[in-house]
């Protein structure tokens, strides 16, 4: 038998959606994560408990339902216990509220034997507390981000669209912390193609810049990849349900999904390496002009 979500789980949870989601955005994320059932009449919070304690009763995997319903807080960067706001701001007494509220998730799962894992997953803490991935981001730990990968991995056969929206949320978090890092505006639309989109830009990867046409190729490429994988995630992942047209998605479809994602990822954090290491060595500079780049161009001296 499953274990079920455990009472102080159920209860913290209950109070973070009920803080930070509108009746209707719970309703969205509960619906995403496949809790079962119709929503519950009531408050916010009495909705939130109700629906959590039928996931229980009726869901085969409580723990999966749960972990998709926090990954969003789990995963956001800002959220993370390092995060240090820019001297120049100060945070909101809702933020500090909802910072709170996810370390009080943490300590409920590890006081009951279990851990977060990216991506939306609940598992046994038989191994020592992974960092969040905005940690292992900002500290550039890319073995640690590969065995995210391989996490997606190992859910491909059993669970195949599981695993496309690990895949998936691996990528938007590299993008909105990336646009953090580089204080950069975050776009009104947080998916995973817009945040590529601002990224892409900052790091110099617009196709236009290129003379090469093979390279030009692979670069462009890369925006297909993104593309499909947010597709891919909305309509077939587990972020919804298979609606009408009953997406059939097997193992080697989502074995694509998860390498291609990893082959993105990795040329990101390269690239986004890359131009730190130009930034903190204008000497080493070699002025070009404005003229298009080609294979010759890709020194020590270019992000890309």
Known sequence: MAKPIPSALLAIVSDIVSTVETHASMDSLFIYAEAPGDPPEGSKHVKAQEWLRNTNKQHPEPLAVVGRIISGYMEDP?????????AWTREDEYTLKKRESVRKIETVLANNGLQYRVGGFITGG???PSKTLGQLIKGRDMPAIHREFDRATETVEAKPREAVSAASNILESIFKTYIDDNKLTMPDKQDLQPVFKVVRADLGLEPASIVDRD????ITGLFSIVDGIGALRTHAGSAHSEGRRGYKLEPRHARLAVNAAHTVATFVMETWDKKVGFRATPPAIKPKGRRPLSFSDLDDDTPF
Not at 78 to 86: C, F, L, N, R, S
Request: proline content about 12%; charged content about 10%.
């Open 215 to 218: 390279l030009q190729r692979i």
């Open 78 to 86: 800002v959220m993370a216990a390092d995060y240090a706001p820019p």
């Open 126 to 128: 038989g191994l020592a």
